[in-house]
């Protein structure tokens, strides 16, 4: 489950360059709490482009430096060739100093071409164990790089997509256009919009969703028409409000065509389960990401990336892409 608490975190994030194959050096990338700054120290190593499971032999650990390595696929990808970065103190979202490193990741992650169907997008962290909330929260699992990840894929994004639940656990706020890449957000709004998926419209409107201030996105709520004439009335003062269902539950069909009827075609899902549950049956999820945290949460949670009601079934994903940092895997999913 993706969460708002993933932003805000001390903990810095450290993109370091390996030796290997023949690229311009690609620097140290720290990202510190506010998620607003991205610090590029000076490396004296290259970064390398490793088939999966292939490890730098002879080097010894770090545990305060990280290192960040794309491990599958092995062809050299955007992570080069890229301009050296260096910078002496930290740099806001769309600092040119910052631009090799941002477009390497946006080039990864970057929506396809899909002659103008929708692309349905998830975002989860996970221990290694399966859990996705520590303590009720994803937060407790998430590390600097999949906080990096976080801010940029909602930088690439149309709509950000979560379920009431995941809104009320996490406590999410607007997307800031302070916390985003801008420039992967050109010809487009400062911001996405948060659409909340909800059947009875059990919001507290007046949280800070549904804020008005300048550049933030107004507050999408898709629910059905058990919320109430009276309801609808209220949410509509503070959100676009739309009704997406007659019965208790919506379908994702519904969501998703109520979404790309309002032009948001690059979907992204941060939760939760039931959501993500609902995608996974309906056939209509194209792509999970997914962060493995390097932790045993040890069977306190009961929660998993997806939850629903009906028959089972499996479905086919190919593996994209794998990114590691200090024991993180950032793995990239499509539909086979």
Avoid at 64 to 82: H, K, N, T, W
């Amino acid at each position: 489950m993706a969460s708002e608490h993933r932003i805000d975190s001390d903990t810095p994030v450290r993109l370091r360059s390996q030796p290997g194959y023949d690229l311009p050096d690609v620097r140290s990338a720290v990202v510190p709490r506010s998620a607003v700054a991205l610090r590029i120290d000076y490396a004296a190593r290259r970064l390398r482009l490793l088939a999966h499971g292939h490890m730098n032999d002879g080097e010894p650990a770090q545990r305060e430096r990280s290192d960040v390595r794309q491990i599958y696929p092995q062809q050299i990808g955007p992570f080069g060739p890229a301009d050296p970065l260096g910078a002496a103190g930290p740099l806001q979202p769309g600092d040119t100093a910052a631009d090799d490193l941002v477009a390497a990741l946006a080039d990864i992650y970057a929506y396809p071409d899909v002659a103008g169907r929708p692309w349905v997008r998830a975002n989860f962290v996970a221990s290694i164990d399966g859990a996705v909330t520590a303590e009720g929260r994803s937060g407790g699992l998430s590390g600097p790089a999949d906080r990096l990840v976080f801010t940029l894929l909602r930088s690439l994004a149309d709509v950000v997509v979560a379920g009431a639940g995941t809104v009320r656990a996490e406590r999410y706020r607007q997307a800031q256009p302070g916390e985003l890449w801008h420039q992967v957000r050109a010809g487009r709004p400062p911001a996405p919009p948060v659409a909340v998926i909800t059947r009875r419209l059990d919001l507290e409107l007046s949280d800070r969703l549904f804020g008005q201030g300048q550049d933030l996105a107004r507050t999408i709520v898709l629910t059905t028409e058990l919320a109430g004439e009276q309801r609808l009335k209220e949410a509509s003062r503070v959100a676009e409000v739309v009704v997406a269902g007659a019965t208790e539950m919506m379908t994702a069909q519904a969501i998703v065509e109520a979404l790309v009827a309002r032009g948001h075609r690059r979907i992204l899902v941060e939760g939760g389960p039931m959501l993500l549950g609902q995608l996974v049956a309906e056939h209509l999820l194209d792509e999970l990401c997914l962060t493995v945290s390097p932790v045993l949460e040890g069977g306190h949670e009961a929660g998993r990336l997806t939850s629903r009601r009906g028959p089972a079934g499996l479905t086919d994903m190919k593996l994209a892409s794998v990114l590691e940092d200090d024991g993180f895997l950032l793995t990239r999913y499509i539909r086979a």
